[in-house]
C-alpha cells in the first residue's frame, strides 16, 4: 500500500479556506484517495474519497492532479467545529485494511 | 441512526487479565474490522471479518483474536493484557468491497494497569 505523507499540524481562522496536501508517491493504478477526518476520543468519520481530477461533497471537496502522486483537501470557511485530526489514506478500494499515518492536526482559531 | 455501536465505552482491567470488546456493525453492512488506537497515533489495524471468517490481519500476536456472529456483530478478546494494549480500540464496518467508506463506531477506551 502507498505510503502517505502529509504536515503534523496546521492552523487556521474561523471562516477561511483550509487545504491540507498528502503526498503519495507511489500511488498504484488501482488506488484510490480517501480522507478522513477524527475528534477526540470518537472514531474517524469518512470526508471524501476521489480517484482522479476533483470531487466535492457538501462538506470538502478533494484535489488529484494528473499524476495523481498528492492530493489536496480544501475545507471551505472552516468553523472552530472543523478542529480534529484529518487522514490522508491511500488503498485498492477492495475493502481491506486502512493504513493511517500520523494525521493533520487541524486547529482552528476564532 | 443505525451506525456502530461498541462496548464498553471504557474499560480498566489488570495486566494479565483477558477481555472481550463487543461492536455492531452499522445496518447494511455486514464487514467488521478492529483497529488499535495509541494516544497521538493513527488506527493500527488489527483484523477484518467477513462472513463469520477472518479475511485478512495486521501486525498483532495471537493474544488478539476476534469472533464475528450470524448477525454481523463482532467480538475482540486479547489475552494475557500487557500495559502497552492500553489504547482506544475502534470497530469499523463496511460493505465487503469498502464502497462508500468504513464507517466507526466511538471505540473502547481499555486501560491495563
Known amino acids: 500500500l502507498a505510503k502517505t505523507t502529509q504536515p503534523i499540524s496546521m492552523d487556521s481562522y474561523e471562516g477561511q479556506e483550509v487545504n491540507i496536501t498528502c503526498s503519495h508517491n507511489n500511488i498504484a493504478t488501482n488506488d484510490y484517495i480517501t480522507w478522513y477526518q477524527q475528534f477526540p476520543s470518537q472514531g474517524p468519520r469518512f470526508i471524501i474519497q476521489?480517484?482522479?481530477t476533483k470531487v466535492t461533497n457538501e462538506v470538502a471537496s478533494l484535489f488529484i492532479p494528473a499524476d495523481r502522486k498528492s492530493s489536496t483537501l480544501s475545507l471551505p470557511r472552516v468553523s472552530l467545529s472543523d478542529t480534529a485530526v484529518y487522514y490522508c489514506l491511500v488503498g485498492d478500494h477492495q475493502g481491506g485494511k486502512l493504513i493511517f499515518g500520523q494525521g493533520t492536526e487541524l486547529s482552528v482559531k476564532p | 441512526d443505525a451506525g456502530v455501536t461498541q462496548s464498553p465505552t471504557h474499560l480498566i482491567k489488570t495486566r494479565g487479565q483477558q477481555v472481550t470488546l463487543r461492536c455492531s456493525p452499522k445496518?447494511?453492512?455486514?464487514?467488521v474490522s478492529w483497529y488499535q488506537q495509541a494516544l497521538g497515533q493513527g488506527p493500527q489495524f488489527i483484523f477484518q471479518?467477513?462472513?463469520?471468517?477472518?479475511?485478512q490481519r495486521g501486525n498483532f500476536p495471537d493474544r488478539f483474536s476476534g469472533h464475528q456472529f450470524p448477525n454481523y456483530s463482532s467480538e475482540l478478546n486479547v489475552n494475557a493484557l500487557l500495559l502497552g494494549d492500553s489504547a482506544l480500540y475502534l470497530c469499523?464496518?463496511?460493505?465487503?468491497?469498502?464502497?462508500?467508506?468504513?464507517?466507526f463506531g466511538s471505540g473502547t477506551r481499555l486501560t491495563v494497569v
Open positions: 471479518y467477513y462472513e463469520e471468517e477472518e479475511r
Open positions: 469499523a464496518s463496511s460493505f465487503p468491497t469498502g464502497d462508500g467508506g468504513y464507517t
Open positions: 445496518s447494511g453492512h455486514d464487514t
Open positions: 476521489g480517484y482522479k
